[in-house]
């Protein structure tokens, strides 16, 4: 007991050493310091007020026809997540549907998570996104599927989905904080509408092709809209599923 007690008590030592170093690693670079400078003490008392309880983790869902990316945050003293803020994009690429090549300007739809945290990015600051992933490889055969894909700063882009660069700091601030917290995987959402039974009706009629893959994201989208927490995705055999 006494040697599992110590081992538990080092990983937990290790782990919050190295959350603490990632922000302090972070904060070494101007654009980072400046949107701490700038914004977190506002998003601190906002957090506070609408979700008191301490530390937090939080999702992305982004909807690409709306042109909104939403935050959703939940501390640890909470069942489920909340709305937090809701931000638009700064400049839009494609159309809707999968990415499915390099060079072809879409912004991915489906389950991502954050996998890069860039704080000298060439758009200001940037949050990578773990695209391709199984399911883009597969529906991309021999075509190279691309990559580079970001939340970032800046009012351009060719597949990205970007916001201001004002809005970026409180983004990339949220993201370190969760990071910081202990949160390993921030789930990223990337829906091509809001799917209701409507919304998608409307979209197939114009966008036939891709009904069966819309049809793989509609139950991620559900289980969001009923239970406010991330889906549990599994991949399977190049196709998106709902964990039981």
Not at 65 to 73: C, P, R, V
Not at 92 to 120: A, W
Not at 220 to 237: H, R
Request: net charge positive.
């Amino acid at each position: 007991m006494k040697i599992a007690f110590t081992t538990i008590l080092t990983f937990m030592m290790s782990a919050s050493a190295f959350a603490q170093s990632f922000k302090s690693d972070q904060l070494k670079f101007e654009r980072v310091k400046t949107a701490y400078d700038e914004k977190w003490a506002a998003l601190q008392q906002e957090i506070d007020r609408h979700q008191p309880g301490g530390v937090f983790s939080m999702f992305i869902a982004a909807y690409k026809s709306e042109g909104k990316l939403e935050l959703w945050l939940k501390t640890n003293k909470q069942s489920h997540y909340s709305l937090f803020k809701t931000y638009n994009f700064s400049a839009h690429s494609g159309t809707l549907g999968p990415k499915v090549k390099e060079g072809d300007l879409q912004t991915p739809e489906g389950f991502y998570h954050i996998n890069v945290f860039n704080p000298q990015s060439t758009y200001y600051l940037s949050l990578g996104l773990d695209y391709p992933n199984a399911v883009d490889l597969s529906r991309s055969g021999s075509n190279k599927p691309g990559g580079d894909i970001y939340i970032h700063g800046k009012e351009v882009t060719i597949g990205c989905i970007p916001l201001t660069d004002d809005k970026i700091k409180e983004v990339y601030v949220l993201a370190t904080e969760a990071r910081n917290n202990g949160q390993q995987q921030i789930p990223v959402y990337i829906f091509p509408f809001k799917m209701t039974v409507e919304n998608r009706k409307a979209k197939q009629a114009t966008f036939p092709q891709y009904t069966a893959f819309w049809t793989s994201l509609q139950p991620g989208y559900d289980y969001l809209q009923k239970y406010k927490n991330p889906p549990p995705i599994k991949i399977i055999n190049g196709g998106y599923h709902l964990s039981k």
